[in-house]
């Protein structure tokens, strides 16, 4: 290893809390930066991860922890994917092997973690609303601290950003926004705040002509440095003309910048700018998502945001095979709808990749929109569209809709509206952790008047599901299926009910007995299936049904129900006021009493790990099923005839 190759490796490794940093020279933090970018790469393409977005923050984060003290100063990531360079300088590097695996590292800040971070929600937009709040309580309690959050560009296209910005310019606390922008959410930023900020980001004009100014005056000691000076007063000349600091600094708060969010000396010069100056101010870094790794660099699609698994270093692309996933059955779906129906739209909240709806926006342009992070504004922008005569399929994934509840609710539903929610990476997702399960749909959404919410069970009923969802005109639908790869098609032996295409609930797999009706939402079907085949072996029957639409519950199961010795429910989605206390309430309100037993996903908040994982941890698996409806009909047995056990019965 070269003398300097030894520097480096023993500079990062010399770097156990962000005081390590404050007396490292320029030159010592370029070697940091470099170092740290290898440690990033070869790190997340081992684990996955948010690669991309921390490669864009190096020089901002060091900087941030140069010029600010934490946790003193008190330093936000909204969002919270690009917290990986903060978790190195904060004594976590040897975390990192265990990043987003269970018992490891989380992939956001964790107070758990550490005293350094603070908002673990990993829902964007919310970072300058919790500045806000914790400015005021400096303020109040006459605590000198610092508050610092960093923003990207594509979560400043979320309405909380601009509620937070007026109240921010309003209490006019000391607080620092930086404005992290790299021109991209996953694909680049859309909307007229992006297009001012890439005004001023890319225009390369008056910025190259600036640069070579700067460089062959600066080798004329006589006039090169006045004359640069007048030069650069040009530049904020016309920066003021383009820049958006007018629109923030109408409000009442400063901006600086642009800064080039990749040279160390200039951020931190306008850090320190910003710190000094005793009131609400914008730093504007302009920075490169997957900055200092071709491969980032040179992704088209996304700069590499979030490898989901591990990748090959010389070329970035994956090594697991690729799978047939349910975005992708969905995506196909969507776009031969598309293709018979003109009135079909579809509408992304700055996910257009990630959630299929690329596929539709490449085929039809027209007819796919991209509203940025603003999930709240996509339902009820789609309820403007159902009302102007078309159908939108807002596609997001499950966990992002909660914060569109009340749009859901009363824009679309109070309406009437033909509006189809698809949504993606419902419940257990895995390695983004608590805030991204999307495990609450079905409680919340399935309380709202004339919704109807199905959970397919694999790539056939996706297809069926979605035709029966677009085909509703009076009332907004919800299709929701998990991440991942898709099972195998689970054809169903027959099924009950269901009118003119729609409705209807299949079985799955039945018995000579009745002893069990268990109840299969969405992609527990091949699970259900499995547990049934255990409990036959036990001499117990079970019918496995999937009710397909599961809001509200089909009258069907009420029939079904009064058939068997126990009702089994099993979801995706937290058990309280899930789809088995809605079954269990339908059961009482027709009167029927078979004893309901749900299973599905305690209310609390369950930690990072693979789907697999927590599943099984939640004892949600073939096996712990069985085990347990065994246990629940033997309890039955006893009750019912405790002299004689129920197989030696005829
Ligand atoms: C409410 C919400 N919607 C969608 C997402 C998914 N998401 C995660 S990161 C990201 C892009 C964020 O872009 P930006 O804020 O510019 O940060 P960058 O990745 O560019 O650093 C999105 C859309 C989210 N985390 N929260
Ligand atoms: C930070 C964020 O919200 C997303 O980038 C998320 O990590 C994507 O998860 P998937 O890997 O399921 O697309
Ligand atoms: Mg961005």
Redo the contacts with the bound molecule.
């Keep these: 290893m070269s003398t300097e190759e030894t520097e480096a490796a023993t500079l990062l490794s010399s770097i156990r809390s962000p005081g390590d940093l404050r007396d490292l020279s320029t030159e010592q933090l370029e070697v940091l930066a470099a170092e740290i970018r290898d440690f990033l790469v070869a790190k997340v393409s081992r684990t996955g991860g948010?690669l991309?977005?921390n490669l864009?923050?190096v020089e901002l984060t060091l900087a941030l922890h140069r010029v600010f003290d934490s946790p003193k100063d008190r330093i936000l990531f909204?969002?919270g994917?690009?917290a990986y360079v903060h978790k190195i300088v904060s004594g976590r590097q040897d975390g990192f092997d265990l990043l987003r695996q269970r018992g490891g590292l989380t992939g956001y800040p964790s107070q758990a973690e550490s005293e350094h971070d603070i908002i673990e929600n990993?829902?964007?937009?919310t970072a300058l609303s919790y500045a806000d709040g914790l400015a005021k309580a400096f303020a109040l309690r006459g605590e000198p601290r610092h508050v610092v959050a960093v923003?990207?560009?594509?979560?400043?296209t979320?309405g909380m950003c601009w509620e937070a910005l007026n109240n921010i310019a309003g209490a006019k606390n000391p607080l620092v926004i930086v404005v992290?922008d790299?021109g991209?959410?996953?694909s680049p930023?859309i909307g007229g705040l992006a297009d001012h900020l890439s005004n001023l980001r890319l225009n390369p004009s008056y910025e190259k002509v600036l640069d070579l100014v700067k460089d062959s005056l600066g080798r004329t000691p006589l006039v090169g440095p006045p004359l640069y000076e007048v030069l650069h007063a040009v530049k904020k000349g016309i920066k003021d003309a383009v820049a958006p600091q007018a629109m923030f600094e109408d409000l009442g708060i400063k901006y600086v910048g642009p800064v080039d969010g990749h040279d160390q000396v200039a951020v931190e010069s306008a850090l320190r700018k910003a710190k000094s100056f005793g009131g609400p101010v914008i730093v504007h870094a302009v920075t490169r998502?997957g900055f200092g790794y071709r491969p980032a660099e040179e992704d088209e699609a996304d700069c590499l945001?979030?490898p989901g698994s591990a990748f090959d270093i010389e070329t970035g692309k994956l090594l697991a095979p690729a799978a047939v996933k349910w975005t992708g059955v969905f995506a196909d779906e969507l776009v031969a709808i598309a293709d018979e129906r003109a009135d079909i739209v579809g509408i992304t909240?700055?996910?257009a990749e990630p959630t299929g709806i690329a596929k539709l926006m490449k085929k039809y342009p027209e007819r796919a929109y991209d509203v940025g992070?603003a999930?709240q504004h996509a339902a009820t922008s789609a309820a403007g569209l159902a009302i102007g005569g078309l159908h939108p399929v807002v596609a997001?994934?499950a966990t992002?809709l909660n914060?569109a509840f009340d749009q859901v609710l009363l824009d679309v539903a109070m309406h009437k509206l033909p509006v189809t929610f698809v949504l993606d990476r419902a419940g257990i997702t895995g390695p983004d952790g608590p805030s991204h399960y999307g495990i609450w749909d079905m409680a919340v959404f399935g309380v709202v008047p004339g919704l109807r919410l199905a959970a397919p069970r694999d790539a056939q009923t996706v297809r069926e599901e979605l035709r029966e969802a677009v085909s509703i005109e009076d009332g907004p639908t919800i299709v929701r299926f998990p991440t991942g790869a898709v099972p195998a098609d689970l054809p169903a032996v027959r099924r009950v009910g269901g009118v003119d295409g729609f409705g209807g609930v299949d079985v799955l797999s039945e018995h000579e007995r009745k002893d069990v009706l268990l109840v299969s939402v969405g992609a527990f079907a091949h699970l259900a299936v499995d547990a049934a085949a255990r409990l036959a072996e036990q001499g117990y029957g079970v019918t496995v049904v999937d009710p397909r639409w599961v809001r509200p519950v089909p009258v069907e199961l009420v029939g079904l129900a009064r058939e068997h010795r126990l009702v089994v429910t099993i979801e995706d989605g937290v058990r309280t006021g899930g789809v088995g206390d809605a079954i269990a309430k339908s059961l009482r309100d027709a009167d029927v009493w078979v004893p309901l037993r749900d299973l599905g996903v305690p209310q609390a908040w369950h930690p990072h790990g693979t789907r697999a994982e927590i599943l099984s941890e939640l004892g949600l698996t073939a096996q712990d099923v069985s085990r347990q409806v065994t246990e629940w009909v033997s309890r039955l047995d006893e009750t019912e005839q405790p002299t004689v056990p129920a197989r030696a019965r005829t």
Excluded: C, W
């Excluded at 990993?122 to 937009?125: D, I």
């Excluded at 923003?151 to 400043?156: E, F």
């Design positions: 948010h991309g977005p864009g923050v909204d969002t994917h690009q990993s829902h964007a937009s923003v990207g560009d594509g979560a400043l979320g992290n790299n991209r959410s996953y930023t998502k945001h979030g909240a700055a996910m992070i999930e997001v994934y992002f914060r």
